[in-house]
């Protein structure tokens, strides 16, 4: 077997266009605001791609660059700042931030309507529960159940694993597909025996930060790989699961680069299109559980 390639690019070139209609239609564009606190290589080339994205779209968005020593209040203040500005409709802090600074109390100052990132914790908690809907979805794990629907791969009844448990991936990942009726099992760097939890998966979300972790010869055969890691080695990017042996056994996986990556960006631009639509049109947020 070999599996069928969930293009990432290809899809998320299919919704930025329909960004740039829905951008279009506006009575004005709307802003997405970063945050960056120092000058992490890696960090500061995401903020590059996503005022990229924003161009190509119509949005508009600023930065605010602050330096790696900037104090709780200076980091705070600026958001304040931001969320204030009715321009602004979408505030992102990157993240990780430095060690010195407290990373709840800064997310938990973008208001939830500007919280396109999703990492506020009241949306954070009402991911986690039944019955709630939080205004927006972290965007990787929302792009990744884009996939799924797109590709019509089935989850509700799947047995899912996701492995990596992160704030930013892997938990809210786990909670996603729970909503849409997967079960779920989480796994980490504690967990034992992986590979009996991975050669029962129909689906695999790998968010690791593992160069080739997971093999073709572990996982079941016609599952669907999702593979989230992103990997610089001198043989260029490649993600958590050996693609080579993977799609062998697979019947769906993404290829890295070009797999989730393309999606996280387009969700966040997404993000920042619904929130603008409720402030410049009054339209309600529409849920962003289903991705
Ligand atoms: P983190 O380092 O925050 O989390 C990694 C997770 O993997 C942890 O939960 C850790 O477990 C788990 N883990 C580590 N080693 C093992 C192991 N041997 N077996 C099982 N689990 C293990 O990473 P992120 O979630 O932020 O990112 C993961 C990957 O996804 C990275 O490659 C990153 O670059 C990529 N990424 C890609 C994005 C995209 O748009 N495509 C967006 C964001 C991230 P434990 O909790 O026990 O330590």
Same mark, same amino acid.
């Given at each position: 077997?070999?599996?069928?390639?969930?293009?990432?690019?290809?899809?998320?070139?299919?919704?930025?266009?329909?960004?740039?209609?829905?951008?279009?239609?506006?009575?004005?564009?709307?802003?997405?605001?970063?945050?960056?606190?120092?000058?992490?290589?890696?960090?500061?080339?995401?903020?590059?791609?996503?005022?990229?994205?924003?161009?190509?779209?119509?949005?508009?968005?600023?930065?605010?660059?602050?330096?790696?020593?900037?104090?709780?209040?200076?980091?705070?203040?600026?958001?304040?700042?931001?969320?204030?500005?009715?321009?602004?409709?979408?505030?992102?802090?990157?993240?990780?931030?430095?060690?010195?600074?407290?990373?709840?109390?800064?997310?938990?100052?973008?208001?939830?309507?500007?919280? !396109?990132? %999703?990492?506020?914790? @009241?949306? *954070? +908690? $009402?991911?986690?529960?039944? &019955?709630?809907?939080? =205004?927006?979805?972290?965007?990787?794990?929302?792009?990744?159940?884009?996939?799924?629907?797109?590709?019509?791969?089935? !989850?509700? %009844?799947?047995?899912? @694993?996701? *492995? +990596? $448990?992160?704030?930013?991936? &892997?938990?809210?990942? =786990?909670?996603?597909?729970?909503?849409?009726?997967?079960?779920?099992?989480?796994?980490?760097?504690?967990?034992?025996?992986?590979?009996?939890?991975?050669?029962?998966?129909?689906?695999?979300?790998?968010?690791? &930060?593992?160069?080739?972790?997971?093999?073709?010869?572990?996982?079941?055969?016609?599952?669907?790989?999702?593979?989230?890691?992103?990997?610089?080695?001198?043989?260029?990017?490649?993600?958590?699961?050996?693609?080579?042996?993977?799609?062998?056994?697979?019947?769906?996986?993404?290829?890295?680069?070009?797999?989730?990556?393309?999606?996280?960006?387009?969700?966040?631009?997404?993000?920042?299109?619904?929130?603008?639509?409720?402030?410049?049109?009054?339209?309600?947020?529409?849920?962003?559980?289903?991705?």
């Amino acid at each position: 077997m070999s599996a069928q390639i969930i293009d990432g690019k290809a899809v998320s070139q299919i919704m930025k266009e329909q960004l740039r209609q829905q951008v279009a239609a506006l009575p004005s564009p709307p802003g997405l605001a970063t945050v960056l606190v120092g000058d992490d290589p890696a960090s500061q080339s995401y903020i590059r791609s996503k005022h990229k994205l924003c161009a190509d779209v119509g949005m508009r968005s600023l930065h605010h660059q602050m330096s790696a020593g900037a104090s709780q209040a200076e980091v705070e203040a600026v958001i304040v700042q931001l969320a204030a500005d009715p321009g602004v409709h979408g505030i992102l802090i990157q993240l990780p931030l430095p060690a010195h600074l407290d990373e709840e109390c800064i997310l938990s100052r973008v208001p939830l309507e500007k919280d !396109v990132d %999703g990492f506020h914790p @009241v949306n *954070v +908690g $009402r991911l986690a529960m039944k &019955g709630r809907q939080p =205004a927006f979805v972290p965007c990787t794990p929302a792009g990744c159940m884009r996939l799924l629907q797109h590709y019509k791969i089935p !989850v509700s %009844g799947a047995r899912a @694993v996701v *492995v +990596g $448990r992160s704030n930013i991936v &892997g938990l809210p990942m =786990a909670l996603l597909l729970n909503h849409a009726d997967a079960t779920v099992t989480l796994v980490h760097s504690r967990t034992k025996d992986m590979h009996e939890h991975l050669n029962r998966a129909d689906i695999v979300v790998a968010a690791i &930060g593992k160069a080739n972790f997971i093999v073709g010869s572990q996982l079941k055969p016609g599952c669907c790989v999702i593979d989230v890691g992103i990997n610089r080695t001198p043989n260029g990017l490649v993600g958590d699961v050996d693609f080579a042996s993977a799609r062998e056994v697979a019947a769906w996986i993404t290829p890295v680069p070009g797999g989730v990556g393309p999606m996280t960006l387009v969700m966040l631009m997404e993000n920042t299109l619904r929130a603008a639509q409720k402030s410049l049109l009054g339209r309600e947020l529409q849920p962003g559980i289903s991705g």
